[in-house]
């Protein structure tokens, strides 16, 4: 069965590539554009990984995690897609229960290694 990715990015041509260049990788991937959405989506199907925007139109993108897990719908995996290269909001994301923190944009072939190993 084909590992369950959800994108959550407010940015709708950034999701859709990402979507596209893990499609390629056999994952199954779905988007969601803000922390409603997120919430929504991970209250569904069981999600393997997590690509989470930090910055949402309607709020912090790590407030997801709080919410999912007090559902028991926290993904197996979840890191944190920012675009500020900055230790404060690396600890920021580790402590909030981040498995790993990307600065944006990542490139294509690290992004796909890197969800082999988190899928692994």
Do not use: F
């Amino acid at each position: 069965m084909a590992r369950r990715i959800l994108i959550v990015e407010d940015n709708a041509l950034a999701a859709g590539a990402l979507q596209a260049l893990l499609e390629t990788g056999g994952y199954v991937v779905h988007i969601a554009h803000s922390v409603e959405a997120a919430i929504d989506a991970c209250s569904g199907e069981a999600t393997d990984l997590m690509l989470l925007d930090l910055t949402l139109p309607d709020g912090d993108g790590l407030s997801v995690l709080p919410a999912v897990a007090a559902i028991g719908r926290l993904p197996t995996t979840t890191v944190a897609l920012t675009g500020h290269d900055d230790p404060i909001i690396t600890a920021r994301c580790r402590a909030a229960g981040c498995h790993d923190v990307l600065l944006k944009p990542v490139p294509a072939r690290e992004l796909l290694a890197r969800a082999a190993a988190w899928l692994a």
